[in-house]
């Protein structure tokens, strides 16, 4: 069984300017596309040919670094497409609920997210997580990831520079401002929160 690069779920126009449709050619169509690849290349033939992508995740963090770079990063970025949304969005019930307590206000959250992210040294995420009851933002390197480290992740946002240079050039805060305020799936953020475990990447 090998990974498909997933279709994006909405249109590759819908986030502009945030995101551009050539952004999203280059982000989806060639990076994206590449980490699937090489994770299949990689996997082929081995026992791990078979497992999901979770799986292989776990099995290589600590013992493959090329193949635990390929597939965190295969997972992430279909992550990141989920946590996306082309209408602005506010997060509701549960959610709601566990941000304010958290970090006091939805605003706050959304300042700390865009501080994080654009602090953030070099390539990277920046997420928004929990456990237990808590939330809190998360940051990874390269392309390490939260899906199987016991800390639950809500939301990613993509932070190394072929998420926005061809729109932003250098300025990664304005494209994290434009796609906090305007581009956050929180419907997806408060399923992944009710749901309690972590999203599995379509098989
Ligand atoms: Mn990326």
Redesign the pocket.
């Known amino acids: 069984m090998a990974f498909e690069l997933i279709a994006l779920p909405f249109d590759s126009a819908a986030l502009e300017p945030a995101i551009s449709a050539r952004t999203l050619s280059y982000?989806h169509g060639k990076?994206h596309k590449a980490y699937i690849d090489k994770t299949n290349a990689a996997i082929e033939g081995t026992d791990l040919a078979d497992a999901d992508l979770e799986t292989v995740i776990a099995k290589a963090r600590g013992s493959n670094q090329g193949l635990f770079n390929n597939s965190a990063q295969s997972w992430n970025?279909g992550f990141y497409w989920y946590s996306l949304s082309p209408e602005a969005q506010q997060p509701s019930g549960d959610l709601a609920k566990k941000i304010d307590a958290s970090f006091g206000s939805f605003d706050e959250l959304k300042k700390k997210l865009a501080e994080r992210g654009a602090g953030h040294f070099s390539n990277g995420w920046v997420w928004l997580a929990a456990k237990g009851d808590t939330l809190s933002i998360e940051e990874t390197h390269d392309g390490d990831t939260l899906v199987d480290t016991g800390t639950l992740p809500l939301l990613t946002i993509?932070v190394?520079e072929?998420?926005y240079y061809l729109d932003h050039q250098n300025l990664r805060p304005d494209y994290l401002k434009q796609v906090i305020e305007g581009h956050i799936n929180w419907a997806f953020a408060a399923e992944n929160l009710a749901r309690g475990t972590a999203w599995k990447y379509p098989a």
């Open positions: 982000h990076h970025h993509d190394w072929h998420a």
